[in-house]
């Protein structure tokens, strides 16, 4: 495959979700196009630049913003949020920059983020969509706290009446007692595809421990079973308060860490964790130096380092 002039990208986490950053602003609009599913997928199966998430990061559209992020899963789909991305996205161009707050454009409109450190990135996630409609379902639901959908036999589900949601991208949580009790990785991809979820759908399942307090595991839509998923740590923070489990503000804690959650008043959710960058490349380079970022920028959290491809 050709990549665009400028394809740098660096390699970050965040709660162990793999998320790579590629920063294309410094192309012409010529030599900037869309990348084919089959492109991503290419890029996902190197070693070296494997991904859950990629961020790519373009030229602004809207005035007031660093970057247009166009979010890619690594089955080559897009994908309208992604909460460990966006913190990874803020820790990169602070890193750059020196700056501590921004604005980046995505698919599911403009969010906020601040940088209060490494280990403590808030961005805005924006407001959850509850409507049928809006998640979307295939069906009108009136009451999306519950739907009708269930694992295993009728007459004695395994998991049933999940809270579905929209924060960025549809999100179905099932509410259990004990999140490593279940074959998610068996199910998942059944439920991700169901006929309820035409744009398919993240499944999770949710253990509420106290009013403050959540545990989650999550099959991810276009990436499986994940360390961490940000949008899902909403998605669940906001169902729960909606259906009286918690508060609005809770820890939600992922197999790769724990995130803070805040549903304001204003509607808004606000998702604080850390983020840590690995190192950096450019992409189509046979056998790139890929510098440890802690050597390279000095740049908050920077940390470890990379393989070069010869090292694969």
Same mark, same amino acid.
């Given at each position: 495959?050709?990549?665009?002039?400028?394809?740098?990208?660096?390699?970050?986490?965040?709660?162990?979700?793999?998320?790579?950053?590629?920063? *294309?602003?410094?192309?012409?609009?010529?030599?900037? *196009?869309?990348?084919?599913?089959?492109?991503?997928?290419?890029?996902?199966?190197?070693?070296?630049?494997?991904?859950?998430?990629?961020?790519?990061?373009?030229?602004?559209?809207?005035?007031?913003?660093?970057?247009?992020?166009?979010?890619?899963?690594?089955?080559?789909?897009?994908?309208?949020?992604?909460?460990?991305?966006?913190?990874c996205v803020a820790l990169y161009e602070s890193s750059r920059t020196d700056? /501590?707050?921004?604005?980046?454009?995505?698919?599911?409109?403009?969010?906020?983020?601040?940088?209060?450190?490494?280990? !403590?990135?808030?961005?805005?996630?924006?407001?959850?969509?509850?409507?049928? *409609?809006?998640?979307?379902?295939?069906?009108?639901?009136?009451?999306?706290? &519950?739907?009708?959908?269930?694992?295993?036999?009728?007459?004695?589900?395994?998991?049933?009446?999940?809270? @579905?949601?929209?924060?960025?991208?549809?999100?179905?949580?099932?509410?259990?007692?004990?999140?490593?009790?279940?074959?998610?990785?068996?199910?998942?991809?059944?439920?991700?595809?169901?006929?309820?979820?035409?744009?398919?759908?993240?499944?999770?399942?949710?253990?509420?421990?106290?009013?403050?307090?959540?545990? @989650?595991?999550?099959w991810e839509r276009g990436a499986g079973l994940t360390q961490a998923c940000g949008s899902a740590a909403c998605a669940?923070?906001?169902?729960?308060? !909606?259906?009286?489990?918690?508060?609005? &503000? @809770?820890? @939600?804690?992922?197999?790769?860490?724990?995130?803070? %959650?805040?549903?304001?008043?204003?509607?808004?959710?606000?998702?604080?964790?850390? &983020?840590?960058?690995?190192? /950096?490349?450019?992409?189509?380079?046979? &056998?790139?130096? %890929?510098?440890?970022?802690?050597?390279?920028?000095?740049?908050?959290?920077? *940390?470890?380092?990379?393989?070069?491809?010869?090292?694969?």
């Open positions: 495959m050709t990549y665009p002039e400028h394809s740098t990208y660096w390699k970050m986490h965040g709660l162990g979700n793999q998320i790579l950053v590629v920063d *294309q602003r410094g192309a012409s609009a010529a030599n900037v *196009q869309a990348m084919t599913a089959a492109d991503v997928v290419t890029i996902a199966s190197e070693p070296p630049t494997a991904f859950d998430q990629m961020m790519v990061l373009q030229t602004p559209r809207t005035a007031q913003t660093a970057a247009h992020v166009v979010i890619y899963n690594s089955d080559g789909s897009e994908a309208g949020a992604c909460g460990n991305g966006m913190r700056a /501590r707050d921004f604005n980046f454009e995505t698919s599911a409109g403009v969010l906020r983020a601040r940088v209060h450190d490494a280990n !403590r990135i808030s961005v805005d996630m924006g407001s959850p969509k509850f409507d049928w *409609q809006d998640i979307p379902l295939a069906e009108p639901f009136h009451d999306t706290r &519950a739907i009708e959908l269930q694992v295993g036999p009728i007459d004695d589900p395994i998991l049933h009446s999940p809270s @579905v949601v929209n924060v960025g991208n549809p999100h179905a949580i099932f509410w259990v007692d004990d999140v490593l009790a279940y074959d998610l990785a068996g199910f998942g991809p059944m439920l991700e595809n169901h006929p309820h979820f035409p744009e398919r759908a993240n499944i999770s399942l949710a253990h509420v421990v106290d009013r403050k307090t959540i545990v @989650v595991r999550t669940a923070a906001v169902c729960a308060a !909606r259906t009286n489990r918690t508060d609005r &503000a @809770v820890s @939600v804690t992922l197999p790769g860490g724990t995130l803070e %959650i805040s549903w304001g008043d204003d509607n808004r959710i606000w998702m604080t964790g850390p &983020a840590v960058m690995e190192g /950096r490349g450019v992409l189509g380079a046979a &056998a790139n130096e %890929i510098r440890s970022a802690g050597a390279e920028s000095g740049g908050p959290g920077a *940390q470890g380092s990379l393989r070069t491809k010869a090292d694969v």
